[in-house]
């Protein structure tokens, strides 16, 4: 059995709509669980993003996953917790809600596995600051799709980005690479739970960039 506070879904989701460019019109992407002794971590992939949320959470170890408005209907504001099980392809959910108790079975289905961490991160104390500021700018709903960017400069050690009228940039960063690298700009950055984390650190595999602060990861792919 998985344990999850309501209200960590509830935040989970509401990044997981940013990272991976759900709208109104458009489907969720599935959820992964995936609990390891102590540890549980819920995570989405798309082609625009990824993103990963660190949970101290006991519970048998178990990995499964569920569509986005099955874990939008478990999610809450409170911190009563959902007592997830899994029964072959069925996962049955228990909570309680305004003082009633609710069950719900689901069934499970296919999610990407979260993509494999670099070996490599460096610590830089004022890059989530730089990439809200970047995303603000270049990520528009009616801006050109070439424009949706932003790009990390190896060796100038810049974040630039542009949506064709304003330009941001801003140097000083430590990042473990020395070419030039480009990812969507992600509206991720503006969820209240990453903005009030403290620092970040950022590494690279080939084929994403990655974010890591507090429970947060991100994953951005590098655009070729």
């Known amino acids: 059995m998985i344990s999850v506070p309501r209200n960590e879904l509830q935040i989970s989701l509401s990044c997981a709509r940013r990272a991976c460019g759900v709208t109104r019109a458009s489907a969720g992407p599935p959820i992964l669980f995936r609990q390891k002794r102590e540890d549980l971590r819920l995570s989405c992939v798309t082609p625009v993003g990824a993103v990963e949320l660190r949970i101290d959470a006991g519970g048998r170890a178990a990995t499964f996953a569920l569509p986005f408005e099955a874990v939008k209907e478990c999610a809450g504001g409170s911190q009563q917790p959902v007592e997830f099980e899994v029964d072959d392809d069925r996962i049955m959910a228990r909570w309680r809600e305004n003082g009633t108790a609710r069950t719900e079975s689901f069934d499970s289905v296919a999610a990407d596995s979260f993509p494999r961490l670099p070996k490599e991160f460096r610590s830089n104390a004022d890059l989530l600051p730089a990439l809200q500021e970047a995303s603000r700018t270049a990520w528009?709903?009616?801006?050109?799709?070439?424009?949706?960017?932003?790009?990390?400069?190896?060796?100038?050690?810049?974040?630039?980005?542009?949506?064709?009228?304003?330009?941001?940039?801003?140097?000083?960063?430590?990042?473990?690479?020395?070419?030039?690298?480009?990812?969507?700009?992600?509206?991720?950055?503006?969820?209240?739970?990453?903005?009030?984390?403290?620092?970040?650190?950022?590494?690279?595999?080939?084929?994403?960039?990655f974010i890591t602060t507090g429970p947060w990861t991100l994953a951005l792919p590098i655009q070729q």
């Not at 050109?144 to 304003?166: C, E, I, M, N, S």
């Not at 330009?167 to 690479?177: H, S």
């Open 140 to 209: 528009r709903e009616e801006a050109r799709y070439a424009l949706q960017h932003v790009q990390f400069q190896g060796k100038t050690g810049r974040v630039v980005a542009t949506d064709a009228h304003q330009l941001f940039v801003q140097e000083g960063f430590d990042l473990p690479w020395d070419d030039d690298l480009l990812v969507p700009a992600s509206s991720a950055f503006q969820c209240k739970e990453l903005a009030d984390q403290e620092g970040a650190g950022i590494g690279r595999s080939k084929t994403n960039v």
